[in-house]
């Protein structure tokens, strides 16, 4: 099992910068994959990025592509989320998530407790 705990958010303007991190418990970091989530006000939580154990593959979703980039440092148990040129439509709660799978599709099993993003027009 392992236990994950997001750093980082805040309140940014728009076109401004933030870097997520994410620090995992256990021993065998590298034996998970890593993926950010996000959740806006009244909507479904969806799918921001993924990255391989050895952080050598990664997948983004399309609303991002460009503008964030995942990865992870598995000497420190952690997984970041570099944010760039961020717009009010990325104002969420960011979740880190943790599985046994693929980076790409899930199950992501086991998940942090979420960290604010506010990107202000």
């Known amino acids: 099992q392992v236990q994950l705990v997001e750093s980082g958010g805040g309140l940014v303007q728009a076109g401004g910068s933030l870097r997520l991190s994410c620090a995992a418990s256990g021993r065998t970091f590298f034996d998970y994959v890593m993926g950010w989530f996000r959740q806006a006000p009244g909507k479904d939580r969806e799918f921001v990025a993924g990255i391989s154990g050895s952080g050598g593959s990664t997948h983004y979703a399309d609303s991002i592509k460009g503008r964030f980039t995942i990865s992870r440092d598995n000497a420190k148990n952690t997984v970041y989320l570099q944010m760039s040129t961020l717009k009010p439509e990325d104002t969420a709660v960011y979740y880190c998530?943790?599985?046994?799978?693929?980076?790409?599709?899930?199950?992501?099993?086991?998940w942090g407790q979420g960290t604010q993003v506010t990107v202000s027009s």
């Open positions: 998530a943790a599985g046994r799978s693929s980076y790409r599709y899930g199950p992501y099993n086991y």
